[in-house]
C-alpha cells in the first residue's frame, strides 16, 4: 500500500511569512497526526484527528498554526506569521482502528521547514 | 503527565556488536503502550514494534530483541551483531489507551543515534 505523502519536502521561508504543508495519509486511515520535530529532539504532536474531527490541539500554537481535514482525507498545516523557531521537520502520520489494540502510526517524510 | 527518557545520545559500535539502547517511561496509567521507532536519513519513522503494559514478555525478532521490565518502568532494545544499515536515529514512545480502540499521541523520548561502522 502508498505510504503517508507529505508535500513540500523542503521549504525556506522569512519571518513572518506564512506556509502551508500537506499530507496524504495512508487510505482508509481514520485518524491523522500532525508533529513537529525540532533537530536533536522527539517529535511532538500538534494536532490529531478523527475522520474530520480534532481529538486533540491541547500543543497546538493556536495564534499561529492551524490545520484542518475536510472531507477525513488529506489535511493541510498552516503557519502564520512564521517565527524562528518554528524551524522544524514538521511530520504527518495516519493509523487506523485495530480492534482493541492501539494501532501503530505511519508517518511520512516530513517537511523540513526553515525560517530565516 | 507522560515521560520517555532515552539518556544515551549517541552509541558507536563497530559491525557485528551487540548494543542495547535503553528507555525509561514515566506515567500514572494503568493501561498503556510503549514503541519503537526507526528513523533513517530519510526522515521517516519507521514502526518496529509495540508492547502493551499487560504483557511483560520480551519479544525477538531476527537480531532485535526487546526487554519490557514494568518494576523498573523500562523498555530497552537489543541489536544482535549490528550492521550498518542499522545506523539511524532509535526512538522510544508511549501512549495512553483513551478508550477502545482510540489511539492517543505517542509522548517520544530525544532519541539515541546509533553509528555502526565497518
Known amino acids: 500500500e502508498a505510504g503517508v505523502a507529505q508535500s513540500p519536502r523542503y521549504k525556506i521561508i522569512e519571518k513572518r511569512q506564512s506556509v502551508a504543508f500537506w499530507c496524504n495519509p495512508i487510505?482508509?486511515?481514520?485518524?491523522l497526526y500532525w508533529y513537529q520535530q525540532i533537530l536533536g529532539q522527539g517529535p511532538k504532536l500538534l494536532i490529531q484527528f478523527q475522520n474530520n474531527g480534532v481529538v486533540d490541539d491541547s500543543q497546538l500554537p493556536k495564534d499561529r498554526f492551524s490545520a484542518e481535514r475536510l472531507k477525513g482525507v488529506d489535511s493541510t498545516l498552516k503557519i502564520q506569521p512564521a517565527k524562528l523557531e518554528d524551524s522544524a521537520v514538521y511530520l504527518c502520520?495516519?493509523?487506523?482502528?485495530?480492534?482493541?489494540?492501539?494501532?501503530?502510526?505511519?508517518f511520512g517524510q516530513g517537511t523540513r521547514l526553515t525560517v530565516v | 503527565a507522560q515521560k520517555v527518557t532515552q539518556a544515551q545520545t549517541e552509541i558507536s559500535v563497530v559491525e557485528k556488536e551487540d548494543v542495547t539502547l535503553d528507555c525509561v517511561y514515566e506515567?500514572?496509567?494503568?493501561?498503556?503502550?510503549l514503541f519503537w521507532y526507526k528513523q533513517p536519513p530519510s526522515g521517516e519513522l519507521v514502526f518496529l514494534i509495540r508492547r502493551n503494559s499487560f504483557d511483560e514478555q520480551n519479544e525477538i525478532s531476527g537480531r532485535y530483541s526487546w526487554n519490557f521490565q514494568k518494576s523498573t518502568s523500562s523498555f530497552n532494545f537489543t541489536i544482535t551483531a549490528s550492521q550498518v544499515v542499522d545506523s539511524a536515529v532509535y526512538f522510544c514512545a508511549l501512549s495512553e489507551a483513551l478508550n477502545t480502540g482510540t489511539a492517543s499521541k505517542l509522548t517520544f523520548g530525544t532519541g539515541t543515534r546509533l553509528q555502526v561502522t565497518l
Open positions: 506515567t500514572r496509567d494503568t493501561t498503556y503502550y
Open positions: 502520520a495516519s493509523s487506523r482502528r485495530q480492534g482493541r489494540k492501539i494501532p501503530e502510526a505511519f
Open positions: 487510505s482508509g486511515h481514520a485518524t
